[in-house]
């Protein structure tokens, strides 16, 4: 057995990483956010400049914590780890991007889940007409710029969008979204509500106009469930 | 082990209603109405001022009879019991005010179902353009009021909507749907049918003018409804 | 045990339908045609005056061949045999009166499936505008007259819509689906077909004007569909 | 056992295809795209003049790889073969005229998947507004002639539509989707998201006007991912 680079604490917390993001991958799957191998979620190793990501091209089937590529905080892989001999996810650059400007976040999950990406086609927000997502979002979800893949540009929308916003999600226009959560766990939570949300308030719409929520009201809904909602050590924490 | 502060009935019952309360979370899931950790189950204890409800922020996946909070009529967890060291769900005030105020309820069933929750955040009830629906719930589907969580009103409106009303569904508006039923399973069985019935007329009216029902024929297939579909034992009783 | 009141033949024709009609009401909830005890198949007993269908309220998890109910054709209970102490299903009267009327027919199927339901409150029929459509059911899938239940006005009104028609299915207005076939299987596979033409009929409308399919074209579809298709011993006979 | 009219290389070429083309229908009942027997997969036998496809009018769950039929590139089954006492798919001429023409082909689908439906009804094509559209298809996905069935009509559809075309993915008019790939498994994957695009194009234009993708945007989008997606040996090889 070859020595490791890291400390034995970083390396247990990287097992514990690479498990749960496997895992949360199938929750993607459970509740139909991607097809075929679309899809990624990333979590960020505590206490290290360390994250764990999807590799490219994989069936959803076929990912364990082991397959899963270590990855610097600029997106490089790291040799020698299990999973070095694969290529990350082609988002690796967008979820690297977000670990570096944003060192609140833990978890990075992106999808084309169908409803959030009819919104992104329009490049249009959706509006907060139902307390549940006053709760969770905390107001509209908004858009992110046009963006595509090859440089900084996905993670630097990503970033501007949603630096200072309530929301843990955003739609990058013409593409899908991305959510972001102090655990991996949460932004899978924000991803599914996020979809759950467009169906919802699209299949409103369709059918007349909206009742909107009062500002107000949406700010108070907001604060409580940031502060009593869930157990002590409930699922973002 | 300690003694009980309740008769063996009491105990038996208790654990006949943690038992049902858990298996029928399970048909929240099986039928596509919740996500996450989203809606919530209630049964009350027959022949005790008490009910049983999901703990809040937990998975389904998780939920057991054993993690269930029992509650008294206000509200509160019963200490010492199982499940009493986790919060209840946020929406337990609501529960308890309906149990508190419909002596004749024995089940509540909250969640964010797709397509009720359009009808919700338009603040529009169902016309009864379906004959099941007229078995069912006697007409259309009532709207609640605009409440946020945080004291009585959103129990107070369930109770304002659906007392002496056929519906045992009630939409509160921006918000989503809440059953009733003479039992947990009973409410569960409105809350399946409800969105059922919110996604066809939706479907129906996407496409061209609805056809009503005359008054007269939605009298009488509830009445017969009430009186002679199923099996002399049948799931409502 | 007691002597049976039928013939070894008969006998073994009756548990053959058993079998058969309990697995296919496990296909509707399969193609998610039915929820909760809503829906019903019935199957003809071959050689016999009879015919078995679901029972009333119950289940389709708890559905058995033992307790389908069998019926004579004229809807009443067999007494004595498996079944018999529970009620059919509340639609028994239209199936047995189908089966009574249209001796060809060896299944009846009914959902409430939301697509067909859909077109149903509107009393319009799906209009015939993609091939496999004109292969299953050689046109347009018509609309019976608003009928309800507690008289044979409901198996009348599929009589006359179906009798001499193309279609094995018929969209009873304000109500849903009926269809009918040469076997219970034939009839489930209707069901199954009219609700997937409904959902894509429905989708390409909502978006657009349909292109028609020319009448001599729906002609040679269905002609030769009848005749070609499957294996010599397919799922139709 | 009889001696082979197959070399043994050749032998084992055929065993690998079935397996992979059995295994390759279980993906289309995954992801929602075919209901009853409706729906088909081949694969062509490498080093041969020779493809695997379905059985006509057989369920999924029955489908084995000796079930499954061989046949020469005119369409007419290898006989003495396992599967060989079945016919073919209806939809196999077409299959076999792809085949012929395009020896870069190495499978073909075909699926009467909802949404592709829908805009094959209108004899519409999808607009490419969508990155991941733009990733897959290289542009909007064409829409192919009406033809019926009976002679090599589709076929030389699909081949007119797709040859020299970016897109694996035609929409045959008011029939459904054809799909074409290096492998049956490419096939099968251009089939999945061909209907995801579909669903949710006709989702984002249902609520509001769409928001192109520049050409070059589009055009650098799919030279990117034709070239540095997935894994060396990615699911396209």
Excluded at 3 to 29: C, D, T, W
Excluded at 58 to 82: A, H, K, Q
Excluded at 160 to 174: D, F, I, K
Excluded at 222 to 230: I, K, L, P, S
Aim: hydrophobic letters at 40%; proline letters at 7%; charged letters at 20%.
């Amino acid at each position: 057995m070859s020595a490791s680079r890291f400390s034995p604490e970083v390396e247990a917390a990287i097992r514990e990483v690479r498990a749960e993001v496997a895992r949360l991958h199938a929750e993607l799957v459970r509740y139909g956010l991607v097809v075929w191998t679309g899809g990624n979620v990333s979590g960020r190793v505590p206490g290290a400049d360390l994250f764990v990501i999807k590799p490219s091209g994989v069936s959803y089937d076929e990912i364990t914590p082991e397959n899963l590529v270590l990855c610097e905080l600029d997106g490089t892989v790291v040799p020698g780890t299990p999973g070095s001999e694969r290529n990350p996810s082609s988002d690796t650059a967008a979820h690297a991007y977000v670990y570096r400007h944003m060192p609140e976040v833990g978890g990075v999950v992106h999808t084309h889940s169908s409803y959030a990406v009819a919104w992104a086609a329009r490049g249009e927000e959706i509006p907060c007409v139902i307390t549940g997502m006053a709760d969770e979002f905390g107001g509209p979800v908004p858009v992110g710029p046009f963006a595509i893949i090859g440089d900084d540009s996905i993670g630097r929308g990503i970033v501007e969008t949603l630096r200072g916003h309530r929301s843990r999600a955003v739609l990058m226009q013409n593409h899908g979204p991305f959510t972001i959560g102090v655990t991996a766990k949460d932004a899978v939570k924000a991803a599914v509500l996020l979809e759950d949300v467009a169906r919802s308030v699209h299949l409103a719409r369709e059918a007349g106009p909206l009742i909107p929520i009062p500002q107000d009201d949406i700010d108070r809904l907001y604060a409580r469930y940031q502060n009593v909602y869930g157990q002590a050590e409930d699922d973002r924490r």
